[in-house]
């Protein structure tokens, strides 16, 4: 222990693998060390505070400290602290919350499948695609498409799945059989003088040109964030999701709304697929389930896909298909209480109540020297730097200005995430509007002081 020293960075250093952290860099600048959290603040190990504005990793719906996720947590690990759901086994919690989320679902679902991460129910849905096409005899039906951007977790499919650069490079990604669709990002990607719509129908031409080129009989299905979040919080713009639902369904195309961000209440609708107009085939969700309180995420399925998988389970047998803590009961117990809560306080209410303050405010901020634009819908949304507003050129090189605008808000006391230039925010959902202009008040100084060190 001497020649590591006792201080928590720098057994963090000895020790830790950081996930989605620059290795090199933690070496000498080390880790920042959170020890406690109390509404939507959390607090460093010198006992400074932060306003949380992403809500952890957009999970932390119902902010910190919530004392009836720990009494659910705590009751039910002393009814039943763990069990599995394999083999015909079952348990009330799991029960509970499948009922719950059929329940809720935006559009009729049948069935629902646990596990533990967001990555985990998006892996699940494209082993149900597969499984699906193969009990339909159709088993060239297996290419998956998602798009540039977008996110879907880390697991070896799901990182192809994924859109960005860091997700492949160097992990021998992607896998056969995905490709990516153009990103719906009209600031980005729009032609100059292209209307939203007008972009809307170029981007589901082109999908139905690229569904053609790979060959109809062999694409199964398509994964959408309803928002894009680790992105850069993207909102596609308006007909997008009609437009290339239309060119879906012609070609016999699943649809995947994966809500992992969205879900819950986070665009100001309990669901981003009822924000955004999409009818999914499969529905994922995950963190704002449990408040991130617990590991515990959700597949959903149409009954036509449930009903092919039991049909080809009598043939074959097992489903062999499942995680040791899919529907983990103290998980599923955290998630029902987190769903009592967002009814009973009327959380969705509340989001609709505030959202539009955090976009005023947002948009308000596209004025700044430093901002190209400002976007977000509901309680998400994100600031893209850029060197020069009018060309919308980039500062060189990329990353630079998001690394700096982050380190100024953490030095203000204000968590916030850079992807690229991107900032985001997406602050728990129950956030008051004190702390909502406290927030941006934090934001802005740190963009105004970011401005000499960018320019100098
Ligand atoms: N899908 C989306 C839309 C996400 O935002 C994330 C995580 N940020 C994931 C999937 C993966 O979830 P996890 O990190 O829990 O595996």
Not at 238 to 247: F, S
Not at 248 to 262: F, N, R, S, T, W
Not at 406 to 414: A, E, P, S
Request: glycine share 8%; charged share 20%; net charge negative.
């Amino acid at each position: 222990m001497s020649a590591i020293g006792n201080s928590a960075a720098s057994r963090d250093k000895a020790f830790i693998l950081h996930p989605y952290t620059n290795l090199h860099a933690h070496e000498t600048q080390g880790p920042l060390i959170i020890e406690r959290g109390e509404g939507v603040r959390v607090f460093d190990d010198s006992g400074k505070a932060y306003i949380e504005g992403m809500a952890s990793l957009w999970c932390v719906s119902l902010g910190w400290g919530e004392e009836r996720l720990v009494q659910a947590a705590a009751k039910q690990m002393r009814t039943l602290s763990s069990y599995h759901i394999f083999g015909h086994k079952s348990h009330e919690p799991g029960i509970d919350l499948a009922e719950k989320l059929i329940e809720l679902a935006p559009v009729p679902m049948s069935k629902v499948f646990f596990a533990n991460s967001g990555s985990e129910a998006n892996d699940t849905a494209v082993k149900l695609i597969w499984y699906y096409n193969n009990a339909l005899g159709r088993p060239e039906k297996k290419k998956i498409l998602a798009r540039v951007r977008g996110y879907h977790g880390v697991t070896v499919a799901t990182a192809s799945l994924t859109g960005l650069p860091n997700n492949h490079r160097d992990f021998d990604l992607p896998i056969a059989r995905i490709s990516h669709a153009d990103c719906p990002h009209h600031y980005r990607n729009a032609q100059p003088g292209e209307s939203e719509e007008a972009f809307a129908t170029r981007l589901a031409d082109q999908l139905e040109a690229q569904i053609l080129a790979e060959g109809p009989e062999t694409v199964a299905a398509m994964f959408c964030e309803p928002v894009m979040g680790a992105g850069g919080v993207v909102v596609p713009p308006a007909t997008y999701y009609e437009k290339i639902q239309a060119v879906l369904k012609k070609y016999d195309v699943l649809l995947v709304a994966d809500e992992v961000i969205c879900g819950f209440g986070r665009t100001g609708h309990f669901w981003g697929s009822q924000t955004m107009g999409m009818q999914p085939d499969i529905l994922t969700c995950a963190k704002q389930l449990s408040s991130g309180y617990l590991p515990i995420s959700a597949v959903m399925v149409s009954d036509a896909i449930y009903r092919a998988c039991v049909d080809e389970s009598k043939k074959i047998g097992t489903f062999g298909h499942g995680y040791t803590y899919s529907a983990h009961p103290v998980a599923a117990a955290v998630a029902l209480e987190t769903l009592a809560i967002y009814e009973e306080r009327g959380v969705l209410n509340h989001v609709r109540d505030v959202a539009p303050l955090f976009q005023r405010r947002l948009r308000a901020l596209a004025d700044h020297p430093l901002v190209g634009e400002a976007r977000g819908v509901g309680l998400i949304g994100a600031l893209e730097l850029v060197a020069d507003k009018t060309s919308k050129t980039p500062f060189d090189p990329v990353g630079r200005a998001g690394a700096v605008v982050n380190g100024l808000t953490q030095d203000n006391g204000l968590i916030v995430r850079a992807m690229g230039d991107s900032i985001a925010l997406c602050p728990p959902l129950v956030i008051g509007e004190a702390d909502l202009n406290e927030l941006f008040d934090r934001l802005t100084t740190a963009l105004d002081a970011a401005i000499p060190v960018l320019r100098g």
